[in-house]
């Protein structure tokens, strides 16, 4: 069961391309789109409330493979695709998969237009669900620390269950980034590369803002890959219809320098690990588990949320300096190759989900 929407659709392609590889699991696929249509629209408790609307999805379309084919272990993501299954999930090994709790998501939300939760009947409900989905899986993996510390804080689960294990890069990027580090070109225009679909909370709006008054003598350029509508103007590129790991996606990569996502609200991008494996220096804020990709003085320049004056600052200093762009770039390449390879992190995803069946087919064989 893979959630589809934004940057989970490019971990459930990195995810599907892993199983490809290997002969050992056979898996049926069920996505949950985040769209409504049809006459679910009318029912505001399914239309309004992802929650519902995802695990409904998610226990339905179980209904109907697990009629026709018999399996050993469940893999969900996010968590919100599991909270009608959890009857299931203890009868069948499940593995819970998540960015972000609950609570993590309510601290950055805002920027999200959601409303942290409160003290209704609705709200206990939907918290008790998550817990005793939490509590049924049998092992759980997190995109960060910031994640598996809130499941041990907030929700008592025991740190042993617990995997952390970013979604990555595919190796494509790598590769960039390896070409990247042998270049000796000097390079002319410094091309500044931001990638969000949902422009105005990853801060779309204030690096326009900051990058107008940062760009000196026509030294930069901005590349905006978005799904929003976004006028150009001088110096700036829109970009849009760009697919995850499409060669147009890698290119734009290849030939930028530095990344910038100044977002106002995020659990962990996988934009941001894509730019560090390719070896860019990195503008950033320090929202959600973004400081884990993006570390201040070593591999990025960390600025606050919604700062004109900071994200200004930093986008001239990057300029400025291709030393200290080339040193935050080999610094970013080294920590994306120890955290963020997509292929060895999804390998260590199946092997979890291989552990926790393997029990199950054990009894099966005997």
Known sequence: MMEQTLGHVTHGQNLRDAIARQTTIEASWI???????????????YANNWSVRASY????????????WQHDVLFFHTQVTSLFSVRLMRRLPAVVSLDATPINFDSVGAAYG???????????????????SFQAARALVTWSEWAAASLVADYG?????????????????????AERQASTTSGGVVRLLFVGGDFQRKGGADLLGAFAAARADGKAELHIVTRDAVASRPGVFVHRGIRPNSTELLDLIRQSDIFVLPSRGECLSIALMEATAAGMAV????????????VDGQNAHVVVPGDPRGLRSAIASLVEDKALRTRFGRAGHALARQRF???RNNQAILDILASVARPMVARSVA
């Open 31 to 45: 996505p949950i789109p985040f769209e409504v249509s049809g006459p679910g629209r009318y029912v505001p408790a």
């Open 57 to 68: 999805r998610a226990r339905r379309g179980l209904s109907e493979v697990l009629a026709t």
């Open 114 to 132: 959601h409303s942290a939760a409160g003290h209704t009947w609705l709200d206990a409900r939907k918290s008790s669900m998550n817990r005793a």
């Open 157 to 177: 689960i025991d740190s042993a269950k617990i995997s952390v294990i970013a979604p990555g890069a595919a190796r494509a990027f790598f590769a960039i980034g």
């Open 283 to 294: 503008i950033s804020t320090n929202v959600g588990a973004l400081g884990e990709a993006a």
């Open 341 to 343: 390879d997509a292929e």
